[in-house]
């Protein structure tokens, strides 16, 4: 990824850029002590309509991640007071969820498995080029967080997407595989509505065979299942429309 | 090593608008030319690693590439890394 002076290279945020990043203006935090590229990275990223706070060292960043909810964070990798990747190790320890991308000179491919494998989201190798980091962060911006986590909390359970198993108070529901399926997306997607077509979709393949209450039927047993459990989570339904996931007590099932 | 053109004052007008990368690269390079003539590796191994990190960056890709070089050489541990130094040198030089 080496700067190539086209005027498709051009360090201007393009029309394009600004109207992808148009629809998710984002609060950033850039952890970069060589302030030419912090200054180059922040005016790059506020041309895109973005708010981006900087700072130099890694002590600084866990303190403004943690005061913060950004949407991204962009990292380098080597920082005066700490490596990199350790701050990222910590950020998700302390289940800081926003997407990192972490700059770094360090271009081999083990180095690269190392950054992606301590958390980072996407890694891209300095010297950048300018348009590509743009565009990078803007694919990342338009992840939501919740479909990265692997740990979801509602009221009093956990749903852990890696371990397949929703969790009450220390107690393992034994769930069906589709309707861990089903509790996983509701649980990505919570107090959000969900609609039926996209359950549909998410637990059927074009093979199988879906009856016509199909989806109603695993929710009826999924919602058994957290009623038993002593889930403080309940799935509300709007006909017509979806269901959604939300913490006991606005649930108004019908 | 392949060597890209230098860049326009309007490539340079765009990522640097003020200046302030070209002033460091001076500094840098008022740093690390006496470092490198000492022979003083182990004070000259940072200066070549942000130099690696940030000139291609900035459209100085002939200093970015000899640095970079330089910076794995010595990353590795390797031994004859004079011919990347002299790289180094003379891109800086022709600043």
């Known amino acids: ?254 | 090593m392949r060597r890209r053109p230098a860049p326009t004052k309007d490539d340079l007008a765009l990522l640097d608008p003020d200046g302030a990368f070209r002033d460091r690269l001076l500094a840098d390079r008022a740093a690390i030319l006496p470092l490198a003539d000492a022979g003083r590796i182990d004070e000259l191994a940072p200066l070549v690693h942000r130099l690696a990190g940030a000139a291609g960056t900035f459209g100085y890709a002939g200093i970015g590439d000899a640095a970079i070089e330089l910076d794995e050489a010595l990353r590795d541990g390797r031994s004859g890394t004079a011919p990347l130094l002299a790289a180094l040198r003379q891109a800086l030089e022709a600043l």
């Open chain 1, 1 to 254: 990824m080496r700067l190539d002076f086209s005027r498709a290279d051009s360090a201007t945020a393009s029309e394009a850029d600004r109207l992808a990043a148009a629809s998710s203006q984002a609060r950033i935090l850039v952890v970069e002590d060589d302030a030419n590229i912090a200054t180059l990275l922040g005016r790059e990223l506020r041309g895109l309509g973005h708010t981006v706070d900087t700072v130099s060292f890694a002590e600084e960043a866990l303190l403004a991640a943690r005061a913060n909810d950004y949407a991204l964070m962009i990292v380098d990798l080597g920082l005066p007071d700490g490596d990199g990747l350790d701050l990222v190790r910590e950020m998700r320890r302390r289940s800081i969820e926003a997407p990192i991308l972490m700059l770094t000179a360090r271009r081999r491919v083990e180095d690269r498995v190392i950054g992606l494998t301590s958390g980072a989201d996407d890694y891209p190798v300095k010297p950048f080029a300018v348009p590509e980091v743009r565009a990078r962060v803007t694919a990342l911006l338009r992840r939501p967080t919740r479909l990265r986590a692997s740990r979801i909390s509602i009221a009093n359970m956990v749903v852990d997407c890696d371990a397949l198993e929703a969790v009450v108070e220390g107690i393992s529901l034994a769930l069906p595989r589709k309707q861990f399926q089903l509790l996983e997306l509701l649980a990505r997607r919570k107090n959000h509505m969900t609609p039926k077509r996209m359950i549909e979709e998410t637990l059927y393949g074009f093979d199988d065979e879906v009856c016509a209450n199909s989806i109603e039927a695993q929710i009826s047993k999924l919602r058994r299942a957290l009623r038993e459990a002593g889930a403080g989570a309940a799935i509300e339904t709007r006909r017509g429309i979806g269901y959604r996931l939300i913490g006991a007590g606005a649930a108004s099932a019908n």
